[in-house]
């Protein structure tokens, strides 16, 4: 059975990102419509037979929320998908009545959207079948309400204004508003990829699962509560808790014997060495972004030259510390880069010793400025990388894990521990480095001159020559300029001036034909080109040519 889409958004760079993102062949959707307005999408639902829509939310005119009801009523059989922002739960309410299957929240990636896609298709399999089914029988047999709730918690922490949820949303998620207190926990699991190697068989969701639900069992002692990995961070699992009554002082007590316990307990279970962090109680569920921020920034406060110490941190009103960053390893690039171009391994570990020296001789090195420096370093190398002509889709340019990108053990829970893992990540640069130098494509540079040298008339691009050998832009104008002294565009000028001059010479032909063989479209731009580099016009060129013919 084929089915036929529509996506309606008000953004064409995000209509045709769902375009290319979607497994559309796999999901048998043979026709995709598009609206750019919620009025187009009206006309083309009752023109067209169609199964499943894509919804944005904030759209002029006509938003989401208005739209989804005329659906419900001129539609009723039609599945809803929406797409929405971290502001735009306000029409959440709206789209539970009208059936929607799943929420994909901006930017889309592909795994989420084709995920909700597979679940409308398969929500419209099952329909054949039981025609008596309602909808909202399909959509509680069919949406996941964890996946929900985390969707919603995800929202509620990474703003600062929540006041958009509404009291249907909160029933659903089973904290409702009343005599009760909220608050946000970080967990930063330190050894997370050793354990998941051998207890896991290295599957990371399987981890998450196990220890959210340790986390469930120990923390429904005192609390109403609910755990998720965050999407962004593996290492962190963001817990949500709520406690009847309004003693503040009774729930952080309470938090940290849990999770002094809760410590105690995974280390035993599995060996595995966390550091918790917890916000402040807050009154409403709307306020978690705060308590979520101070948990979070307790959690990172951990010092790793203190690595014995106590794991589980309240947030407490703290000066922000001054002075000038010591740690940075902007300073060093160039050395950096060096050692990279010669492949010298002694030297590279010694640079990575070096710069754990100097955090020895510091008083502190808390774990949000590790994560500063990790990163800092992933930027450099992947820059240092790119110029060595290694391709980017081999490197975490984008990546939120780029250490599991590389296959890099991020693990560390102390000083020492840090330094193996910066080591680590220098050398996995140094293998790609090592490979691309290795690699034989049996490319030469002096194919690119041979192609400018025969088509010098075409429109030349380097990005022809970086997608055709698998190189970087940067890399191959390197190359060229190295072994001819010229940039690529600087050759292809050179070339077609010397024809230039040859034909110019010769006489039987007009500036404007040489102009266009030379594929200039524009002779006026020809002429300055030529005077440029000739210091004279093509027709004093031709002028000087034939008198010395005579």
């Given at each position: 059975?084929?089915?036929s ?5 008000d953004?064409e ?18 026709t995709i419509?598009?609206?750019?307005n ?8 009752a ?11 904030k ?6 929320k208005q ?8 539609f ?9 922002g971290?502001d ?37 399999a ?10 909202n ?9 964890p996946r929900?709730?985390?969707k ?6 990474d ?5 958009y ?11 409702e508003?009343g005599?009760q207190?909220?608050a946000a ?7 997370m ?8 068989k ?5 981890l ?15 609390f ?58 807050v ?25 014995a ?10 000066s922000?510390?001054?002075g ?13 880069k ?6 010298n391994?002694?030297?590279l570990?010694?640079f ?10 510091a008083d ?32 975490p340019?984008?990546?939120?894990n780029?250490?599991?990108?590389l ?20 050398l996995?640069?140094k293998?790609?480095i090592?490979?691309?130098k ?7 540079i ?20 970086a ?10 104008m ?7 002294g ?6 292809v000028q ?14 039987s ?22 005077r ?8 004093e ?10």
């Amino acid at each position: 059975m084929n089915y036929s889409v529509v996506i309606i958004d008000d953004e064409e760079p995000l209509r045709e990102a769902i375009k290319i993102l979607g497994q559309w062949e796999d999901l048998n959707v043979a026709t995709i419509y598009e609206a750019n307005n919620g009025q187009t999408a009206l006309e083309l639902l009752a023109k067209h037979p169609i199964d499943i829509a894509l919804v944005d939310m904030k759209m002029p005119e006509m938003n989401g929320k208005q739209l989804l009801q005329m659906i419900e009523q001129q539609f009723p059989e039609l599945i809803a998908i929406v797409i929405s922002g971290y502001d735009d739960f306000e029409y959440t309410k709206q789209a539970i009545r009208s059936r929607v299957v799943d929420y994909l929240l901006k930017p889309i990636n592909r795994q989420d959207l084709n995920q909700a896609l597979r679940k409308a298709t398969d929500m419209l399999a099952a329909k054949k079948q039981k025609e008596q089914e309602t909808i909202n029988q399909t959509i509680t047999l069919n949406m996941s309400l964890p996946r929900l709730k985390e969707k919603l918690y995800l929202s509620l922490i990474d703003r600062s204004d929540s006041s958009y949820l509404s009291e249907d949303l909160l029933k659903l998620t089973g904290f409702e508003q009343g005599n009760q207190l909220f608050a946000a926990v970080s967990i930063s699991m330190l050894n997370m990829e050793q354990l998941a190697e051998k207890r896991f068989k290295g599957d990371i969701d399987l981890l998450h699962y196990a220890i959210t639900n340790i986390i469930q069992d120990l923390a429904s002692v005192y609390f109403n509560s609910f755990s998720f990995a965050n999407p962004k961070h593996e290492r962190e699992i963001i817990t949500i808790v709520s406690m009847e009554g309004q003693y503040r002082e009774d729930m952080l007590y309470k938090l940290y014997h849990q999770m002094s316990k809760l410590t105690a307990t995974l280390k035993d279970l599995f060996k595995l060495h966390i550091v918790v962090g917890f916000g402040m109680p807050v009154a409403a569920i709307q306020q978690l972004t705060t308590s979520y921020e101070q948990a979070k920034r307790a959690a990172l406060s951990f010092d790793l030259m203190r690595a014995a110490g106590i794991p589980v941190i309240r947030y407490e009103e703290r000066s922000e510390e001054t002075g000038q960053d010591k740690k940075s390893i902007l300073a060093r690039v160039n050395q950096l880069k060096h050692m990279l171009e010669t492949g010298n391994t002694a030297m590279l570990s010694s640079f990575c010793q070096t710069i754990i020296e100097q955090l020895h001789s510091a008083d502190h090195f808390k774990l949000s400025e590790a994560e500063k420096l990790m990163d800092e370093l992933v930027l450099i190398l992947n820059d240092i990388a790119l110029e060595f002509g290694v391709p980017s889709s081999k490197l975490p340019i984008s990546s939120s894990n780029p250490l599991r990108v590389l296959s890099v053990n991020g693990d560390y829970s102390d000083i020492k521990q840090y330094g193996a893992s910066l080591q680590r990540l220098a050398l996995a640069y140094k293998e790609l480095i090592d490979q691309e130098k290795r690699q034989d494509t049996g490319f030469k540079i002096s194919e690119i001159k041979n192609y400018i040298d025969e088509h010098y008339y075409e429109d030349i691009k380097v990005t022809m020559f970086a997608e055709k050998y698998y190189l970087s832009r940067e890399y191959l104008m390197k190359l060229f300029k190295q072994q001819y002294g010229k940039g690529i565009h600087e050759y292809v000028q050179h070339v077609r001036m010397e024809k230039a001059k040859a034909l110019l010479a010769e006489g039987s032909l007009k500036i404007q034909e040489i102009s266009e063989m030379l594929g200039y479209r524009d002779k006026n731009y020809f002429s300055k080109a030529f005077r440029n580099m000739v210091k004279m016009t093509p027709s004093e060129y031709r002028q000087q040519a034939e008198a010395v013919k005579k």
